[in-house]
């Protein structure tokens, strides 16, 4: 491959930009060999010609294909070089706001300048125990690798966290140490790896101040040591500190600061106990006000010292020790007030008697004060002959105060390193460790020091040591795949290193100049320049005698000579000295005792005094009594350590990049950046990969990724690896350009890109010829179209043209017609005009003639009619005129006759005969209207009485009520929510009864108003009456149903209110259970160990009987009441676990109490519904007068029926046991003859058993029908006195018995109740069915709404979507079909399984049988049968009871608990060993004995724990333990003799219920005991699932050829050679969750907690997956997303496959299928992001940015998620209220809830196996 092939059109380069560093162009003229230049078109459209040169053969840099940018390893990018570099970074970064990037070995961490929600728990636990190479980039995963090479490879470990000052490598170290602090957290309580967190405080006070480039900035460098034991938990800490910035304790430059802890101690100088410090504020000091402001904005100095303070108590620092340490800090800032007074001689200078800074310097340190003020300015000269005291300079005294301040500080600094390792150290053997090493990065400045030459230098060892061990990976990743190993030309800074630390080096020659009495910094410069001249790493600068350059593997850097001898001398004259160790403060005489002797473990640097170094040759005590070694030999010494640690660790390393200098969020400026890519060794990471063979693909992924290169002939072959170098044979000519490994292709850099190219190529090719062939059939399709129109409209136009003609023709025919017409209309109209005026004249005159006639008729006619009326009227007025005079003749003749009547009528009127039959009538109507009144007024008095009544029983209960409120409040104090509920419902009591009150005051109102209505109304007093009665009722019923509605809402409010508080509690009680159970095993762990290590050589073995749970469960037999057993977790408030066993007996006083009152105000409840029922059925009760004495007869029936009853289950159960007799005679070993004669014998029994059935059933039936004929002659009206008295029978001919007649009436009576128990077993069956049909017409409809709902959206969906959907639709099916066809295979080949084990037994037994067919003497078989029916008339008598002898206890824990295996009772009934150990207890009940019942449930209790412990890991020991415990306290709550409990039990099973002790308290430790159970159950099951889960769901390609490949980086390189192949299918996961179903439906747990488990497990699936989903790069993608909705589809079918969709398991796969979804929508529009936002309401609005920052396409022809298209979906997202945290909590348990299930198995029936040899026990 030629350079001309790769740098051709459309080929992106970068080329170099003197703002952006590197700038992105496009080639768009293709460049060919000779060119001068390069035709290129910037990102702007505008047009730049790049120049060549020639001579070098530079070209550009490639850019990479725009798949592979946002890498999360840069190594696996196809081009490896600065630009490409640094736009991966820019883009993740600014994009999608990663912050981490690997780079090979390295992370690269760039500081946000903002707080991330990414370190949280969550993410620390999601990081646990995964590959590096598999998750998103992380300090964590850094932290994780070092911690699984520790315990897998049994080596040491480092993490080295180097970076600039302000770039962040303080807080990444800190989170790598909250790492493991967290995964390898301490087993003992000394919780070291808090106190190493909370040193954090104390190293940031002494030790950090404010930069120009970091308000936090740390001054000296420090590696921490984290030890940890064999089982690889914390133990201990040491820590080791580097060069000490001690120059800043007396300088400071322009915006700096001191260290924070003298500004902290001067905002505190307020305080009482600092009063005598003498401190003021900072800006007074000397020491703390060179750099200008004194203050941090957002920092409070005083908050941050009380902090300090409360580190230093962690520690364990006493309080002397805190104040002596304040004391010489203030010391420190009062010497650098000194004011110091020259001579007149010029050559000494003096310090004041009265300087008050001195008095303070002196008083703080308890030093001698004129000692202190002579030695100040005065210094010892030593000869060999005598001793002079020489005056000092003002300078002179300046610098040794100044050196005399640092040394203090650094002693200081060193002491209270000391004093944290001594707290973090530990007395327990360390088998490992981890390093951290927190150290400052390549410093350059534009004055540098011997600071800087410091910082400098250890980064040269640091990078000649990373260079090192990256050559070392690169060499053994090729000799393990057997590349032949070329070397690398790799950047070798040892001479730059000699160049410092050789013989005669700069070190040297500056050690040897600070032993020259005259050396100054010009003098050393002038020897650098005479020796070092001829060197290629120094250079002496053009313009300056006084400085040199060398040139470090960063950059080049200018060293200024001046003060580097003065700063390496650290001189401090043994005379000040020697009065520091006279104070009379022992701290500060200590700090400075015994140098020479001293072997300080922290490393010192620039300005520290000690450091651990073995030196080979003794040294040689100086004449002036200074310091034995230099600042740089000390330094140096230190570095050589730390190298050789290192070295002797395997080393991880995280670069921090400071992203802008003025700290802003999310602000990247490329030439910082630069800069410190190239400092940091990052570029020279990416140099060597380069040199070798960079891109590596293992031949699977590479098939799959160029299968397209490929040809057919090819691909039919077998052999892949084959295939894929035949391609590259013919793809690359040149084979030096990729080697063929063992499992991996090895190419050069660009090679991938190349290959990329010709899969683009051969993508654009099949592109354009899809696009030629479409466009031309579009162009096809554009003609004909075309040619159909042209053809379309010339039809229509020689049509328009015919048609034009033809409507010619028509009007030219139409215009003669026109005129005919016209014409002859004209003519016709003139003729019509002279016809019609002749005709009207006609008849005008015709008219006239008539007329004349007519009105001669109408006068002769008038003149008739009134002649007729003059005449009538005539004749009328004469007949009036008579009939008028004989009516007043009729008048008075009536008048006379009346008056004579009236008179005799007055006359009688006045007779008192007649008055008496008028009033007899009202008085009647008097007398009944006063009955009506009086009956009104009894009605009212008694319904005032009932009013009355109501009220008095309402304040008796309010009274009755406040006296238990006070007795309660007096008793249960601390209670507040008892408390609060009954003054609630006190208020509510007092409302009623108001509310009482009031309603009678109206009724009495209205009473009052009907009484006056009635007086003044009587003539209507019985429509009033009906009125008050209908009133009266409806105020009765309004009453009642007011009284009734109110009490139901109380109830429901007040059920509503405890569930909530309930389910509250039951979480965090069993979150306490958990944390008691956690507890508990640490502390059998521990007891372990102190065995262990106690432990003589002799073996000794501890208590079993030590169990934690003994003294829970070791409570008196209280008989107490117990309501609602139902729930049965209810909570007890942590008050530590030490006093757990104290505490348990007063939580069940409290709990009994609580109890008592609930039960009390619930009886008070019942008896105010008994009298209210009672006041209603009173009236009901009174209407029933008559009372028959059929009673009394029916009574006696009863009696005898019941007798009979019992009767016939005598012979029922002897029936039922002959039959036993029989089938357990016909299986044992006995002679043929003996089994034929017991069978016809008990044969014979049976016969006439039947016989006498049938005869009796006879004689029922007869007296049946004879029973029924006198029922129907009682109803025709027979005398029922005469029948009882007379006993007359229908049939009394046939002379029947009364007592046969009331037998036969009881057999009727069990016939009817036969008969009507068939009828309701069939109609329960049939509701049953009905149900069941109902159910499964509800879960079609629910099918056919989510097919509807589906289809919907489809059609919603493009087309090219609907064929994608409608196929996963179909997959899903086939695959659910298939599913099903499975599990049915299963299911018959477990039956035929068990089918053939039955044939076996069968014939077995077959065979045995027939060897036993020996003859048996008739004594034997006599015995036998005598034997046998003892034993038949012994298990007759059984009632359900086992006992045993005290001593067999042990024996009986070990054989049913201890050593049973649960293969053991498989063929029994489930949860066997329960049923044995109640049928136990209840003998121990029967015969009331306390004691073993209390031994028997401790022993029992204790043996579950033992065996639960033993087998920790075992599902099935566990699941089997759960089912029994749970079923054992079923069995404790139905046959408790609760009746809450005993609702569904039969009447054998209530024979069975205890009888003298109440075990509510063992069934409250039952309960603890479960909930362990079932967390450990969870537990184990997570443990099992959790490794298969990222596989099966995530990874494992269900639909093949959906998941594209991706370059592999170093670490999937890495974690590959680790850890192999360990990958898991979705089948995988579903055979391991029916093999849980499986395990918990045979062992009989209960379905309700099932279904619990497997909430927990699918919640557990879901937030691992989605945990996962969220922190990789890889696997956020739109075929992923296909890939993983059609897993959660076969998980949903599992679930319905296991009838478990009511479980609300498939509700909490919610939030990943949301995911998946969120994978496959579009994600363009603003219609788009309202989708999103709409649909996925499960995930929070961090998770929804997460994934689509993440999502990646899996080829170039997939887009990204655009910047603004996130912008607006957290504008959409605004609103929510999300929680802050990204991930799930994938360790949270739901509280567990153990229903109460009755069983249907009567003790009676529980049948013994013998293979639990329990032959000890004997049945009751």
């Known amino acids: 491959m030629s350079t001309a092939q790769l740098y051709t059109k459309y080929t992106r380069v970068w080329i170099p930009d003197p703002d952006e560093v590197w700038r992105s162009a496009e080639i768009i003229k293709d460049y060919k060999e000779g060119d001068k230049s390069l035709h290129l078109k910037l990102e702007d459209e505008t047009l730049y010609e790049y120049p060549l040169d020639l001579q070098g053969n530079e070209l550009p840099f490639l850019r990479n294909p725009d798949i592979l940018v946002g890498e999360n390893d840069l190594t696996a990018l196809s081009y490896l070089h600065e630009p490409a570099v640094l736009h991966n970074l820019k883009v993740r970064f600014l994009e999608s706001n990663h912050i981490y990037t690997y780079c090979g070995i390295v992370l690269v961490a760039i500081n946000p300048y903002e707080q991330l929600p990414i370190y949280e728990q969550d993410v620390i636990y999601a990081y646990s125990g995964q590959n590096g190479g598999d998750m998103d980039p992380h300090i964590f995963a850094v932290a994780e690798e070092a911690y699984k090479q520790m315990a897998r490879d049994e080596k040491n470990q480092s993490i080295v966290v180097s970076g600039e000052s302000g770039a962040g490598k303080t807080v990444s170290a800190k989170y790598a140490m909250r790492f493991f602090a967290t995964v390898g957290g301490s087993a003992s309580e000394t919780n070291i790896e808090s106190k190493v967190l909370a040193s954090s405080p104390i190293m940031e006070a002494i030790g950090n101040a404010k930069t120009t480039r970091n308000d936090n900035s740390s001054r000296f460098g420090k590696y921490i040591q984290i030890g940890f034991d064999k089982r690889y938990h914390i133990i201990g800490a040491n820590m080791r500190t580097y060069l000490l910035e001690k120059s800043r304790v007396v300088f400071q430059a322009e915006d700096e600061r001191n260290y924070h802890i003298f500004y902290q101690l001067c905002a505190s100088a307020s305080l009482l106990e600092f009063k005598d410090l003498g401190l003021t504020c900072a800006e007074d000091f000397f020491y703390t006000s060179q750099g200008g402001d004194t203050s941090i904005d957002g920092v409070d100095d005083a908050d941050d010292f009380e902090k300090t303070r409360h580190a230093f108590t962690l520690l364990g620092v006493k309080e002397s020790h805190q104040t002596a340490i304040f004391r010489i800090i203030a010391a420190i800032l009062h010497l650098g007030n000194l004011e110091i007074q020259a001579e007149r001689d010029g050559e000494s200078c003096s310090v004041s008697d009265k300087d008050e800074h001195l008095n303070n310097f002196c008083g703080l340190l308890g030093v001698e004060h004129s000692q202190m003020q002579h030695w100040l300015c005065h210094r010892k000269l030593i000869t060999t002959a005598e001793t002079y005291v020489k005056n000092m300079s003002v300078q002179q005294v300046v610098n040794a105060r100044n050196a005399l301040a640092k040394h203090i500080y650094a002693q200081l600094f060193n002491w209270i390193v000391q004093h944290i390792n001594n707290a973090l150290h530990t007395t327990s053997k360390q088998h490992s460790f981890i390093g951290v090493l927190d150290i400052y990065g390549f410093e350059t400045f534009e004055v540098n020091s011997f600071e800087q030459f410091c910082i400098n230098y250890a980064n040269e060892k640091l990078q000649q040591q990373f260079n090192l061990h990256v050559f070392k990976l690169e060499q053994e990743e090729y000799m393990k795949e057997g590349i032949p190993w070329t070397l690398i030309d790799f950047y070798d800074n040892q001479p730059c290193i000699d160049l410092i630390e050789a013989k005669l080096g700069i070190l040297d020659l500056l050690d040897e100049e600070c032993k020259v009495p005259k050396g100054t910094d010009q003098t050393w410069a002038q020897k650098l320049y005479d020796h070092h001249a001829c060197s290629h790493h120094f250079q002496k600068p053009r313009m300056s005698n006084t400085s040199f350059i060398i040139l470090h593997f960063a950059d080049k850097v200018e060293y200024q000579s001046e003060g580097f001898l003065e700063k390496n001398r650290d001189t401090v004259y043994e005379e000040q000295i020697n009065i520091l160790k006279a104070s009379k403060y022992q701290m500060v005489a200590d700090l400075f005792q015994d140098e020479k002797d001293a072997a300080s473990t922290s490393s010192v640097g620039k300005g520290s005094s000690k450091i651990s170094v073995r030196s080979a040759r003794p040294v040689i005590k100086a004449a002036n009594k200074e310091h034995k070694k230099t600042v740089g030999h000390q330094f140096r010494n230190s570095l050589h350590l730390l190298m050789e640690t290192l070295n002797a660790t395997t080393p991880h390393y995280v670069r921090c990049i400071k992203p802008n200098d003025e700290k802003l969020p999310f602000k990247f400026d490329p030439k910082r950046a630069v800069q410190q890519l190239r400092a940091c060794g990052v570029l020279e990471t990416i140099r060597i990969s380069a040199a070798g063979f960079p891109s590596r693909w293992s031949y699977h992924d590479f098939f799959n990724r160029y299968r397209v290169l490929m040809k057919k002939r090819d691909l039919s072959k077998n052999d892949k690896k084959q295939i894929c170098q035949t391609l590259l044979e013919d793809l690359i000519k040149d084979p030096d ?1084």
């Open 737 to 1820: 350009k990729f080697q063929f490994g063992r499992t991996k292709i090895f190419f050069r850099a660009g090679q991938v890109a190349y290959l990329e190219k010709l899969r683009a190529d051969k993508f654009r090719a099949a592109t354009i010829m899809i696009q030629k062939t479409v466009r031309g059939w579009l162009q096809r399709v554009k003609y004909q179209r075309l040619r159909e129109a042209a053809v379309i409209i010339q039809r229509h136009t020689r049509g328009h043209l015919a048609r034009r003609l033809a409507e010619h023709l028509r009007r030219t025919r139409a215009a003669i017609i026109f005129q005919k017409q016209y014409r002859m209309l004209r003519i016709h109209r003139a003729f019509q005009r002279v016809r019609s005026a002749t005709i009207t004249i006609q008849a005008f005159a015709r008219g006239m003639f008539v007329r004349r006639i007519y009105h001669k008729i109408l006068l002769e006619h008038k003149a008739t009619i009134l002649q007729k009326y003059t005449r009538g009227w005539l004749a009328r007025t004469h007949f009036q005129r008579l009939r008028g005079a004989a009516l007043v003749l009729q008048c008075s003749y009536r008048r006379m006759k009346a008056k004579r009547e009236l008179k005799a009528l007055k006359i009688e009127a006045r007779s008192a005969q007649h008055l008496k039959k008028l009033n007899i009538g009202m008085e009647n109507k008097v007398v009944q209207l006063q009955r009506k009144i009086d009956e009104q007024n009894k009605e009212y008095k008694l319904l005032n009485e009932q009013l009355s009544t109501l009220a008095s029983a309402h304040s008796s209960e309010v009274e009755k009520l406040k006296k238990e409120l006070v007795q309660y409040q007096q008793s249960q104090q601390g209670d507040g929510n008892q408390l609060v509920s009954l003054q609630e419902e006190l208020e509510h009591l007092r409302l009623e009864l108001e509310k009482a009150h009031g309603e009678r005051k109206v009724v009495e109102d209205s009473y009052i108003k009907e009484k006056d209505l009635l007086r003044k109304r009587i003539a209507d007093l019985e429509e009033e009456n009906t009125l008050l009665k209908e009133e009266k009722e409806e105020l009765n019923s309004r009453i009642l149903c007011q009284s009734e509605d109110e009490f139901a809402q109380n109830t429901v409010e007040e059920n509503i209110q405890m569930k909530k508080e309930l389910e509250e509690e039951r979480s965090r009680y069993q979150n306490l259970v958990k944390e008691y159970s956690r507890l508990e095993q640490r502390y059998d762990n521990l007891r372990d160990e102190m065995t262990i290590i106690k432990q003589a050589p002799g073996h000794r073995r501890n208590p079993s009987n030590q169990s934690s749970l003994e003294s829970d469960s070791n409570y008196p037999s209280i008989s107490t009441s117990e309501i609602g057993d139902t729930e049965d977790v209810i909570q007890v408030e942590e008050v530590g676990m030490e006093k757990a066993a104290m505490d348990m007996t007063l939580f069940l006083k409290l709990q009994k109490r609580v109890r008592e009152l609930e039960q009390e105000r619930k009886k008070l409840q019942a008896q105010l519904e008994k009298k209210e029922q009672e006041s209603k059925k009173s009236q009901v009760i009174e209407t029933k007068t008559e009372v028959t004495s059929d009673h009394e007869d029916f009574a006696y029936n009863s009696l005898k029926r019941q007798e009979l009853e019992s009767e016939n289950k005598k012979l029922k159960n002897e029936l039922n046991e002959l039959r036993k007799a029989v089938a357990d005679r016909a299986t044992q070993n006995n002679s043929s003859n003996d089994i034929q004669e017991s069978y016809n014998l008990l044969l014979n029994q049976l016969k006439s058993a039947n016989e006498e059935l049938e005869v009796r059933k006879e004689e029922v039936l007869i007296l049946r029908t004879q029973i029924m004929k006198a029922a129907q002659q009682k109803e025709t009206g027979k005398n029922m006195e005469k029948i009882s008295t007379n006993a007359s029978w229908p049939n009394s001919d046939k002379h029947v018995d009364q007592e046969d007649a009331i037998e036969a009436y009881q057999g009727m009576c069990e016939t009817n109740r036969l008969l009507e128990a068939q009828l309701q077993d069939q109609r329960r069956e049939h509701e049953e069915e009905l149900e069941a049909l109902k159910n499964q017409v509800d879960e079609l409809q629910e099918e056919m709404e989510k097919q509807h709902q589906a289809f919907l959206q489809t059609l919603q969906l493009s087309p090219e979507v609907q064929v994608e959907f409608g196929l996963q639709q179909e997959i899903t099916r086939l695959t659910n079909e298939n599913l099903d066809l499975k599990e049915l295979l299963e299911k018959l080949e477990k039956n035929e399984r068990k089918m053939k084990k039955q044939l076996k037994i069968y014939m077995k037994r077959v065979q045995d049988f027939e060897a036993s067919q020996a003859p048996v003497p008739a004594e034997r078989r006599w015995h036998e049968r005598s034997m046998q029916s003892a034993v038949q008339r012994k298990e007759k008598d059984f009632q359900g009871m086992l006992e045993y002898h005290k001593e067999d206890e042990p024996l009986l824990i070990r054989n049913l608990i201890t050593d049973l295996k649960p293969q053991t009772v498989s063929a029994t009934v489930p949860c066997l060993p329960a049923y044995i150990l109640y049928m136990c207890i209840r003998h121990a009940d029967y015969i009331n004995d306390d004691q073993k019942v209390h031994s028997l449930l401790t022993s029992t209790i204790n043996g579950v724990k033992k065996v639960l412990k033993k087998h920790s890991e075992d599902f099935e020991m566990t699941s089997f333990w759960l089912a029994n415990t749970c079923r054992l306290l079923h069995c404790l709550k139905q046959y408790s003799g609760d009746v809450g409990f005993m609702t569904q039990n039969t009447a054998k099973q209530n024979e069975h219920c205890l009888k003298n002790f109440d075990l509510t308290e063992y069934r409250q430790v039952l309960s603890h005991l479960s909930i362990q159970i079932y967390q450990q159950l969870i537990k184990i099951a997570e443990a099992i699932l959790q490794p298969m889960i990222v596989s099966a769901v995530l990874e494992n390609e269900s639909i093949q050829g959906l998941s594209g490949v991706r370059p592999m980086s170093y670490r999937n390189r890495s974690s590959s050679m680790a850890n192999g192949d360990s990958s898991y299918t979705l089948d995988s996961v579903i055979r391991q969750l029916n093999t849980f179903h499986s395990i918990m439906s045979d062992h009989g747990l209960d379905p309700e907690i099932v279904q619990q488990v497997f909430k927990q497990l699918f919640y557990m699936i879901n937030a691992v997956a989605l945990n996962n989903l969220l922190l990789r790069k890889d696997v956020c993608s739109w075929s992923t997303g296909m890939q993983l909705r059609f897993n959660i589809s076969q998980l949903e079918e599992w679930l319905r496959g296991k009838n478990l969709q009511q479980s609300g398991a498939a509700q909490t796969l919610e939030p990943l299928i949301q995911a998946a979804q969120l994978l496959q929508l579009k994600k363009k529009t603003l219609e788009d992001a309202e989708a999103i936002c709409s649909l996925c309401t499960s995930l929070t609005t961090q998770q929804i940015v997460k994934i689509l920052n993440l999502y990646t396409p899996v080829n170039e022809f997939e887009e990204r998620v655009t910047v603004a298209f996130i912008r607006d979906i957290q504008m959409h997202l605004q609103e929510r209220n999300d929680p802050p945290q990204l991930l799930l909590d994938f360790k949270h348990m739901f509280p567990v809830m153990f229903p109460f299930n009755p069983s249907s198995i009567t003790m009676d029936l529980i049948h013994l196996p013998a293979s639990l040899n329990l032959e000890f026990l004997n049945r009751v």
